[in-house]
């Protein structure tokens, strides 16, 4: 059973960094396309970014581009989400999702109805 469990949240302030961390089990053949996604109050869930566990693939959305860099340690399971130039707008709570097929980049692979498996999710609120 895939499981996906998020840390690494937490208060900011605006400018600052934040790295949150996603530990992933229960997948079978490495050929995963993992992601970030926010959600804030009152919004719909949005993509952030994603990657394919093989060749590591990545997409943006434009609102992180050149601010926020995803990254997978395939030996210890676990995705990032690096989050620096963080923004009070970027407030929201942070998922971790995955589907085990591949992912070609593009708008597509932060769809949030392409991914099967959740986390929980963690916090992030910047302050102005």
């Known amino acids: 059973q895939v499981q996906l469990v998020e840390s690494g949240g937490g208060p900011v302030q605006a400018g600052g960094s934040l790295r949150l961390a996603c530990a992933a089990s229960?997948?079978?053949?490495?050929?995963?396309?993992i992601g970030w996604f926010r959600q804030a109050p009152g919004k719909e869930r949005e993509g952030v970014a994603s990657?394919?566990?093989?060749?590591?693939?990545?997409y943006y959305a434009d609102s992180v581009k050149g601010r926020f860099t995803i990254f997978l340690d395939s030996a210890r399971r676990t995705l990032y989400l690096q989050m620096n130039s963080l923004k009070p707008e970027d407030t929201a709570l942070y998922y971790c999702?995955?589907?085990?097929?591949?992912?070609?980049?593009?708008?597509?692979?932060?769809?949030?109805?392409?991914?099967?498996?959740w986390g929980q999710g963690t916090q992030v609120t910047v302050s102005s």
């Open positions: 990657i394919y566990s093989i060749g590591g693939t990545t």
């Open positions: 229960g997948f079978t053949d490495g050929r995963d396309c």
């Open positions: 999702a995955a589907e085990t097929r591949r992912c070609y980049g593009g708008r597509g692979s932060i769809a949030p109805g392409f991914f099967s498996h």
